[in-house]
């Protein structure tokens, strides 16, 4: 069983930042393909950004490029979300998400275990 804990959302005006961090338990922890999700109100959850384990790779969707970051930590065993030039669209409840096969999928179906949630909020 993997339990993640979210942490460090917020409320932040257009042009800001955040970073985003998930602590995850379990004890191959740096096998897991980790990936961040985000679910605005009225809309399906979408794909952020992944990071495999295998080669340590990243993904991220079309709308975040450039201005996400995905990192990890395998020794803290935890994943960040380094969030910049943040938008008013980006206001969601972002997730963390394990998936325990190596690919890195975009497809939240795929994941195994989920965080709570952690809500960002950018104002205009």
């Known amino acids: 069983q993997v339990q993640l804990v979210e942490s460090g959302g917020g409320l932040v005006q257009a042009g800001g930042s955040l970073r985003l961090s998930c602590a995850a338990s379990g004890p191959t922890f740096s096998r897991y393909t980790m990936g961040w999700f985000r679910q605005a109100p009225g809309k399906e959850r979408e794909f952020v950004a992944v990071?495999?384990?295998?080669?340590?790779?990243?993904a991220y969707a079309d709308s975040v490029k450039g201005r996400f970051t995905m990192s990890r930590d395998n020794a803290k065993n935890t994943v960040n979300l380094h969030m910049n030039s943040l938008r008013p669209e980006d206001t969601a409840v972002y997730y963390c998400a394990v998936r325990t096969g190596s690919r890195a999928a975009v497809v939240a179906a795929e994941y195994d275990y989920w965080g709570q949630g952690t809500q960002v909020t950018v104002s205009s």
């Open positions: 990071i495999s384990w295998l080669v340590d790779s990243t």
